[in-house]
């Protein structure tokens, strides 16, 4: 396997837990680049959860994949909380999936500014029966690109679990 032991608990109790209600995931990834839709489909019987995984690094794919309003990005910066939650609801609204987490973030060692430092992430869920999205800040600090990525995969999950199950779907019929 290709994430660690920790990585590996979170993404089987994650698949586990989604498949057990029925619920489908999609992400919505920059600063992780795919890892946390990896880490996820690295576990077998992903395929029973795990919809759609977008990989918007830019910011016209934020706007062209997720429909991120170019000015929100413009007025707020692509790492801010307003971005990381337009990107979840994206993810829900151009996917099939009950819950959507969603990343951005400046992981180093380069792209800080004064306001947003190395190490700053915005994680957000959103499910299909909400119509906004749960948003986390965390400053992980300048410990490196690769540990930002790893503790933002981790921190996603987690939120995943803890915000993504609801008791109910919102299953709309023909």
Same mark, same amino acid.
């Given at each position: 396997m290709m994430f660690d032991d920790e990585l590996a608990t979170f993404a089987s109790e994650t698949v586990r837990q989604f498949a057990d209600a029925k619920f489908r995931i999609a992400s919505a990834e920059s600063c992780t680049g795919g890892l946390i839709g990896a880490c996820i489909t690295s576990v077998s019987g992903s395929s029973a959860v795990f919809d759609y995984g977008? +990989?918007?690094y830019s910011n016209e794919a934020k706007t062209s994949m997720l429909g991120v309003p170019a000015d929100l990005i413009e007025q707020h910066g692509a790492v801010s909380p307003q971005v990381a939650s337009e990107m979840a609801i994206g993810a829900i609204r151009n996917s099939n999936a009950d $819950? $959507? !987490?969603a990343v951005t973030g400046i992981a180093g060692p380069g792209g800080a500014t004064e306001s947003k430092p190395v190490g700053l !992430?915005? +994680?957000a869920v959103a499910t299909r029966a909400d119509d906004g999205a749960f948003v986390e800040d965390f400053n992980f600090g300048e410990i490196g690109r690769d540990e !930002? @990525? @790893?503790e933002t995969v981790k921190e996603a999950l987690e939120m995943l679990l803890a915000y993504g199950l609801d008791d109910e779907p919102d299953v709309t019929t023909a």
């Open positions: 977008f +990989i918007t $819950a $959507a !987490v !992430v915005y +994680i !930002v @990525r @790893r």
